[in-house]
Every structure is written in C-alpha cells, then in structure tokens.
C-alpha cells in the first residue's frame, strides 16, 4: 500500500499520519474530559445542593432580595437589612435605620446556611441576640 503524501508550502505531509495524530488527539483530548468530569461532578451536585438549600433556607425565613443597592434584603420580620461582608462563617447584615445593629446568618464551613441570628446591638466585637449576650464569636 502506498503512502499518499501532499506537499503544503516547503513540507510534505504523509496523509495517513496525519490523520492519525488528528484521531489520536481527538481521543486523548475526550477522554481527559470524560476524566475530569467524572471526578468533578460530585463536588458540582453539592454545590448546587447547597445552592438549593440555602435557597429554601432564606425563604424558610422570610428573607427577600430587594436588588437594591441602601436596604439588599428583608428578613421574616420585616426588617430592612444592607448586606456588609462575608466574614469567615457568618454573613453580615446592617439593620437599616438602627444604628449599631447587625444581623448575622451562620454558614457551615461548606457555605450551607445553618442559622440566622436576627439582629442585635454589637459590643466589644460580640452580637447580643434576642436578649443574650455572646461570649465568642457564632460558630
């Protein structure tokens, strides 16, 4: 069986050869991808489990998004709350219109949301929450 060659410019091309290596690229390239999706899937349906979670979780507390940029939310109680910061394992909230109060939700270390705290009056760094005062930080 002959080889069929083709010459582009000042290089001849082996026609067999080369549709090998374009094949074999082809089958490397799809089955890293199988590879990397396999491994990544599970990590991806947590996420969107989280997601799906915390979304029930802020409806389950009557949380609603504003989209404004002075009050971002409204919790359960009507309380007009400006998203701060993320900070470590809490999501922070100001309480429009009440100076020195803050609401927190709790995050778990994967970014589940576990528990809304409410608002309260900040001292010495720590929340005072439905009338408690908190020793450490929310874990």
Known sequence: MATETTTVGKF????QLALCYAIGTSATVFLVGILLGFFERP????????ARENEIFLIANGFRDTGGTNVTHYDGKGNALRF???????LIFLVAGKRGKRAVIQLAPDGLMIAYA?????????????????NAPLQ
């Open 84 to 90: 701060i910061e993320k900070s470590g394992d809490r």
């Open 12 to 15: 001849v091309v082996n026609k």
């Open 43 to 50: 990590r991806r349906l947590r996420m969107l489990d989280i």
């Open 118 to 134: 409410g608002f309260g009056k900040v001292r010495t760094g720590f929340p005072v929450i439905s009338g408690h005062r908190w």
